[in-house]
C-alpha cells in the first residue's frame, strides 16, 4: 500500500479524512501513484494533473521523503521508503502571489 497525503481541500472533494492508501501494480512511480488516486477517487482527475497532458497542474507540488519531487519526470520511481508504505507520498497545494 502506497501512503498519500493529499491537502485539504482535495480531502473535502474526495470526502475522506487523514491519509488515504492506494496499490500501485508495477513499478512505484509518480504517475502510477497519481493514476491509482484518481482511479479510486473519481473526482480528482483534472485536480493535480491536466486532464489532457497529464502535466503536474502548476499550483501543485509533490513531495516524498523531504525531497520536492515535482520536476522529476512522471515515471521515476519513487523513493523505495514511499515504495514500502514507510514515508507517505504528499500532494501540496502551493501558493503564489504577494
Do not use: W, Y
Request: aromatic share 4%; hydrophobic share 45%.
Amino acid at each position: 500500500m502506497i501512503r498519500v497525503i493529499l491537502p485539504p481541500h482535495l480531502r473535502n472533494l474526495a470526502k475522506v479524512t487523514g491519509e488515504v492508501e492506494v496499490d500501485v501494480a508495477g513499478p512505484v512511480t509518480q504517475r502510477a501513484v497519481l493514476d491509482a488516486v484518481e482511479e479510486r477517487f473519481p473526482m480528482l482527475v483534472g485536480t493535480m494533473r491536466d486532464r489532457d497532458t497529464a502535466k503536474r497542474r502548476a499550483l501543485v507540488r509533490f513531495f516524498a521523503c523531504e525531497e520536492d519531487l515535482s520536476n522529476d519526470p512522471p515515471d521515476t520511481p519513487l523513493p523505495d521508503r514511499v515504495a514500502t508504505g514507510e514515508e507517505p507520498f504528499l500532494v501540496v497545494g502551493a501558493m503564489a502571489g504577494g
